[in-house]
């Protein structure tokens, strides 16, 4: 399954992290699939506050998260996943879950 993330969305990761990652686009999108993205990261990526992914994640209803000690950690395919459940056809169609 292709990634969601955008080519846009990996460059601003890439500033977001200062990752200079000279691999080929092909090489970079598998190294990608097992990065673990920060709430300001993913903040940025989404353009919603850090906040709301703190209620989210609360609420249990944000993409699957990772916890290492304190830190909350988002993987990326968690977020493709929990994207992809967010796409609708049309405004009243219900959640696929």
Do not use: H
Not at 55 to 73: D, H, S, T
């Amino acid at each position: 399954m292709e990634s969601l993330l955008t080519q846009r969305d990996r460059e601003c990761i890439k500033d977001v992290t200062g990752s200079k990652n000279d691999a080929s686009p092909s090489e970079s999108a598998d190294a990608m699939s097992t990065e673990l993205l920060t709430p300001a990261q993913l903040s940025e990526m989404l353009g919603k506050p850090e906040r709301s992914l703190a209620q989210w994640r609360y609420l249990g209803i944000g993409p699957r998260f990772v916890k290492i000690g304190r830190a909350v950690r988002y993987r990326d395919a968690d977020v493709t996943s929990w994207l992809e459940a967010q796409t609708r056809q049309r405004t009243g169609e219900q959640a696929s879950a």
